[in-house]
């Protein structure tokens, strides 16, 4: 049982660039969500999903786009990227009332 | 916009004292939890407490709920520098939309 296992933990970036952070949970749970973190605050929900097939928009969702093809996998596309996205992000499924966050994927972009 | 506000926002305490932490939170909510992020790494989960509870303990942990206030407070006795890390409230996981605050930074000195 791995838990919530995001890739790659650290990437840099031109402006302008795509690319897509990787999630995978082992757990079966129904509830995936993706936050950012940036420097001294706390995080901020871009998008989340209820199950597969099921995506909606969380407070900061411009930039962004997710799918949810499988329970298993909810990955995040950052589609031009932009220095405003420099950030960590994270990876998060919920069962219940607790959530189980990834290890974070660092991203930077220049 | 953030859904719960830490106070204060960072703390240095010594080895053995007691260190409390206060949240407060703008709309109704049904649960609100602590979670606890070292240096570089995702949050952990330390504590749930529901919208009818008042109080809760969890080994040296005491969090407390004012719901008419809209608040809550962690309190982590006879700290330790392992306790060194940020601490954030977040109000509903229900449906993956847990909302954070921006953290206190906790510091114990050994």
């Known amino acids: 049982n791995a838990g919530v296992t995001q890739t790659p933990k650290f990437q840099v970036l031109k402006t302008g660039q795509s690319m897509t952070l990787q999630c995978a949970q082992d757990m079966n749970h129904e509830y995936m969500s993706w936050y950012r973190q940036d420097p001294g605050m706390g995080l901020r929900l871009i998008h989340y999903s209820v199950g597969a097939g099921i995506t909606d928009q969380g407070e900061v969702p411009n930039g962004y786009n997710v799918s949810r093809s499988t329970t298993e996998d909810f990955p995040l596309r950052l589609l031009s990227a932009a220095p405003s996205q420099t950030s960590v992000y994270f990876c998060?499924?919920?069962?219940?009332?607790?959530?189980?966050f990834g290890e974070g994927s660092w991203l930077t972009v220049v | 916009s953030q859904q719960g506000e830490e106070d204060p926002q960072a703390l240095s305490i010594q080895e053995g004292e007691n260190a409390t932490m206060n949240c407060s939170y703008k709309t109704s909510i049904n649960n609100l939890q602590w979670y606890r992020q070292n240096s570089g790494r995702g949050l952990v989960h330390l504590i749930l407490i529901r919208s009818n509870e008042r109080e809760k303990h969890s080994g040296r942990l005491r969090v407390t709920l004012d719901t008419s206030k809209k608040s809550s407070s962690l309190l982590i006795t006879a700290s330790r520098a392992a306790d060194t890390a940020s601490y954030f409230c977040?109000?509903?996981?229900?449906?993956?939309?847990?909302?954070f605050g921006q953290g206190t930074t906790l510091q114990v000195k050994p």
């Open positions: 998060a499924s919920l069962t219940g009332d607790t959530i189980y």
């Open positions: 977040a109000t509903d996981g229900n449906t993956g939309k847990l909302i």
